[in-house]
């Protein structure tokens, strides 16, 4: 890691970077440095050192200030000494998204409302609810739905609700309400609101697959030891 090193000199101040092992022959300064005319106070003391015959001093900075313990995950292990001061953004990398290492959730879709559910399972799909959330990077969890078969709509939906696909030929238009679609493909319909709220492109296909949908209470997910999907809509179950 590079390290600031001051150069002084009486007809044109600049700065300068030296090397890490940067080791000044001469006894340390005062706690006060100064650069380009402007003086500060160090946390550390400062060396310096002359080179050749024009009044040259290089001062550097050699103690860098050590990263807290509760910070130090977000630093590579030769950076534990100091942070990188050039560039200090913590950005994901590719051992804080392991997907063998992400939470697994579980919910019941009986008589929740359907928007409402895909919503809550689309933050915990796409990591939002993280503090390390990263918009580009798959960070979420997977989620498993059972009994969709029993998911609720509002209104008059059911039978008013449109699922259109088309098989690619003239004419091939098919055309199903969601009572329809519910009694043949009931997972399809969960798949369908919950893909529509994941990124568009390579990262949103990557995060369609952590929905796993089944119809029925059975899933074959126990390995993976899933917890109750938390819920803060009060308004997701529908009132009877």
């Known amino acids: 890691m590079a390290i600031l090193c001051a150069l002084a000199a009486s007809s044109s101040p600049s700065a300068i970077f030296a090397p890490a092992n940067c080791n000044?022959?001469?006894?340390?300064?005062?706690?006060?440095?100064?650069?380009?005319?402007?003086?500060?106070p160090l946390s550390k003391p400062v060396a310096a050192t002359v080179v050749g015959?024009?009044?040259?001093?290089?001062?550097?900075?050699?103690d860098l200030s050590v990263v807290p313990l509760d910070q130090r995950w977000?630093?590579?292990?030769?950076?534990?000494?100091?942070?990188?001061?050039?560039?200090?953004?913590?950005?994901?990398?590719?051992?804080?998204?392991?997907?063998?290492?992400?939470?697994?959730?579980?919910?019941?879709a009986t008589d929740?409302?359907?928007?409402?559910?895909?919503?809550?399972?689309?933050?915990?799909?796409?990591?939002?609810?993280?503090?390390?959330?990263?918009?580009?990077?798959?960070?979420?969890?997977?989620?498993?739905?059972?009994?969709a078969e029993k998911v609720a709509v509002s209104g008059k939906k059911r039978t008013q609700k449109l699922y259109r696909r088309h098989s690619g030929r003239p004419g091939g238009m098919k055309v199903e309400t969601f009572d329809q679609l519910q009694q043949r493909i009931p997972e399809r319909i969960i798949e369908h609101a919950v893909r529509g709220m994941l990124p568009k492109g390579r990262l949103g296909r990557a995060l369609f697959n952590h929905l796993k949908v089944y119809k029925g209470p059975?899933?074959?997910?126990?390995?993976?030891?899933?917890?109750?999907?938390?819920?803060?809509d009060k308004r997701i179950q529908k009132q009877t």
């Open 53 to 62: 015959q024009r009044g040259f001093a290089v001062r550097c900075q050699k």
């Open 74 to 108: 977000m630093f590579e292990e030769s950076e534990v000494d100091g942070p990188d001061i050039w560039n200090n953004t913590w950005y994901p990398k590719a051992r804080d998204h392991v997907n063998t290492d992400k939470q697994w959730y579980i919910v019941d």
């Open 24 to 40: 000044p022959s001469v006894s340390p300064l005062s706690s006060k440095g100064s650069v380009a005319g402007l003086s500060f």
């Open 112 to 147: 929740k409302i359907l928007g409402r559910l895909a919503s809550t399972i689309a933050i915990y799909i796409r990591g939002k609810n993280l503090a390390t959330y990263t918009p580009s990077v798959d960070m979420g969890a997977f989620v498993i739905v059972v009994n």
């Open 218 to 232: 059975e899933h074959p997910h126990d390995a993976q030891k899933p917890i109750e999907l938390p819920i803060r």
